[in-house]
C-alpha cells in the first residue's frame, strides 16, 4: 500500500503526480490480472480502491480545507481522486472500475497542464 501525501502547501505538481501514476499504473497491472484470476484481481482492486478512499477522505477533512482550496496543486488531486466514478463493485464492473483510474489520469493532465 502507497504511503498517503502529507498536507502540506509545499506539495509539487511532481509529488502529486507520482501518486496520480501510482493509482494508474497500479490499475493497469490489476488490469492484466484479470483474465489470470479474477478473484485476486478484485481483491486488489478493492485495495485500491481503499486506498483511493482514504487520500480522498484525508484531503477533505476539514482541518485540511484550507489548504487544499489555496493550493492548485492539492486542489487539481482533489479533482482527480473525486472523477473516478466507480459503479458496483462486481467481477462484471471489475474492467470498468479499473479503467476509472485511468480515465481520471487524463482528466488530470488535461487540467494541470
Known amino acids: 500500500m502507497k504511503k498517503l501525501i502529507e498536507i502540506s502547501s509545499e506539495l509539487t505538481i511532481e509529488d502529486v503526480r507520482a501518486n496520480v501514476d501510482y493509482f494508474y499504473n497500479r490499475s493497469m497491472e490489476i488490469s492484466k490480472l484479470v483474465n489470470k484470476n479474477r478473484r485476486m484481481a478484485k481483491a ?11 487520500a480522498l477522505k484525508v484531503l477533505e477533512y476539514s482541518d485540511n480545507q484550507q489548504v487544499v482550496k489555496e493550493n492548485h496543486v492539492w486542489a487539481s488531486y482533489l479533482i482527480y481522486l473525486r472523477n473516478m466514478n466507480f459503479i458496483s463493485n462486481t467481477y462484471e464492473n471489475l474492467d470498468s472500475n479499473l479503467d476509472e483510474f485511468s480515465q481520471a489520469r487524463g482528466r488530470f493532465e488535461r487540467f494541470v497542464d
Do not use: T
Open 44 to 54: 486488489e482492486y478493492i485495495d485500491l480502491r481503499k486506498q483511493r478512499d482514504e
